[in-house]
C-alpha cells in the first residue's frame, strides 16, 4: 500500500526556496479553549510528527511544503515537529528547502502533549487544530490535502468528522488484521461516504492487490475513473498496477492517453506517467513506446512545464535516451537537472541517475 500511496500523492516536487524556518521548540498552536461555542476556522494548524532519517518522512516534505503555500492565504500554518534539538534541524533544513512550512525542534515531544491533554504520543498521523485548540481532525497525513480543502471552503462538519472517525478507527483495525475481506469492507464503508479520501481508496487497492484478484481491482480503479475522472489517484494507481502486474497490462494503453485527455494542462502529472512508465517497467517495450508518445507530447508544450517539474521532466528524458541508447543525450540531461536541484533528496535521486547513465554508457562501449 505504501508504494501505492507514495505514488499517488508524494510525487516529487522541489522548489528553489530559503531554508525553512526552524522553531527552537513545540509548536505554538493554541491552548484548548473549551468554552467556544463553534468550530472556527479563520486560523488553521496543521501538526504531524516528521523523522529525519525515515525517509517517508523525508519524502512527505514536499508536499506539506506544496500545501503550506497553497492554503497560507487561507490562514493555514503547517508545522512538522522532530524529536531533534535545534542545531540538528537547522542542519536538515539547509539541506532540504522543500520543507518550505514550520520545523520545530521538540524533543520531548511537547506538542503532542499539548493536543492529547497531557499525554505525549509522538504519533505519525497529521492533526489540524483551530485557533481555539480544537482537534477537527486527525488522520493519515495522505488526507491532509482532502480536509484543508473541506475546511477553508466552509465544507466542515462536526457530526460528518465524528461518523468518519469511528468509520477510521474500523479501518485501521482492519489494516492491523492484515485480512483482507475486512480491508475492504472497511475501506467501501468510507469510501461510500467520503468518495475523495485517498487513504480509503489505497486501502481497498491494498486488499485487492493482496488478494491477488487483479479483475476485480482493475475493474474498481476503472470504475473510479468513469465516476471521478477528474481526481487523479486512480489513474495513478491504475497506471502503476498496469505496468507490474501482467493481469492488467491491456489496460496500459487507454490509461497513459485518457490521463494526457483529461488533464490536459497538468504537465507536473504527466511527467510523473512518463517516470513511472520508465521505471516500473524498464524491459518492456509498450510502456517505452508510450513513454516516447508522451515526451512528443511534453516537447511541444516544455515552456509550459512548471518550475516544480522541470527537474523531474529532465530526468525522465535523460532515462528514456539512456533506454534508447542515447547516453551522451542522457548524461547532458541528468547534469542539467543535478545542477538545478535544490534538496538533498532531489540531488540524490539525480546523482543516481547521473551515475545509471554513465554506468551504462561505459558498459556500451565495452561492447563495442
Not at 316 to 329: K, N, Q
Request: net charge positive; proline share 5%.
Amino acid at each position: 500500500m505504501k508504494r501505492l500511496l507514495a505514488f499517488a500523492i508524494l510525487l516529487p516536487s522541489m522548489l528553489l526556496t530559503a531554508a525553512p524556518e526552524v522553531l527552537d521548540g513545540p509548536a505554538p498552536i493554541p491552548a484548548r479553549n473549551k468554552a467556544a461555542a463553534r468550530v472556527r476556522t479563520a486560523r488553521i494548524f496543521v501538526v504531524t510528527a516528521l523523522y529525519r532519517n525515515l525517509p517517508f518522512s523525508v519524502n512527505s516534505g514536499a508536499m506539506l511544503g506544496q500545501l503550506q503555500r497553497r492554503y497560507r492565504a487561507a490562514g493555514v500554518r503547517v508545522f512538522g515537529v522532530f524529536g531533534d534539538d535545534a542545531a540538528t534541524i537547522r542542519k536538515f533544513a539547509a539541506r532540504h528547502p522543500e520543507f518550505d512550512f514550520t520545523l520545530c525542534a521538540d524533543p520531548s515531544f511537547q506538542t503532542f502533549a499539548k493536543l492529547t491533554g497531557g499525554e505525549a504520543n509522538a504519533f505519525s498521523r497529521a492533526t489540524i487544530v483551530n485557533e481555539d485548540g480544537k482537534i477537527l481532525w486527525s488522520g493519515d497525513p495522505i488526507d491532509l490535502g482532502m480536509m484543508l480543502e473541506r475546511i477553508t471552503s466552509d465544507r466542515y462538519s462536526e457530526s460528518e468528522e465524528a461518523r468518519l472517525a469511528e468509520l477510521n478507527t474500523a479501518l485501521a483495525a482492519a489494516l492491523r488484521s492484515g485480512e483482507p475481506n475486512l480491508i475492504e469492507q472497511a475501506s467501501d464503508q468510507i469510501l461510500a461516504v467520503r468518495p475523495e479520501q485517498i487513504s480509503a481508496l489505497n486501502a481497498k487497492a491494498f486488499a485487492l492487490e493482496n488478494r491477488r484478484d487483479y479483475a476485480a481491482l482493475g475493474a474498481f480503479l476503472k470504475r473510479r475513473i468513469r465516476r471521478y475522472p477528474a481526481m487523479p489517484e486512480a489513474w495513478y494507481m491504475l497506471l502503476d498496477l498496469s505496468c507490474r502486474i501482467p493481469e492488467l497490462s491491456g489496460e496500459l494503453p487507454e490509461v497513459v492517453r485518457g490521463f494526457f485527455r483529461q488533464f490536459p494542462d497538468d504537465c507536473a502529472g504527466q511527467v510523473a506517467v512518463v517516470w513511472s512508465l520508465l521505471n516500473n517497467a524498464p524491459q518492456q517495450s509498450l510502456p517505452l513506446i508510450l513513454a516516447s508518445e508522451s515526451l512528443r507530447g511534453l516537447a511541444a508544450r516544455e515552456t509550459a512545464i512548471p518550475a516544480e517539474a522541470r527537474n523531474r521532466y529532465l530526468a525522465a528524458r535523460a532515462l528514456f535516451s539512456c533506454r534508447i541508447g542515447d547516453f551522451d543525450a542522457a548524461i547532458r540531461d541528468s547534469e542539467t537537472a543535478l545542477a538545478a536541484a535544490a534538496g538533498e533528496a532531489e540531488k540524490s535521486y539525480l546523482k543516481t541517475l547521473l551515475e545509471y547513465c554513465r554506468t551504462a554508457r561505459a558498459l556500451s562501449g565495452k561492447k563495442q
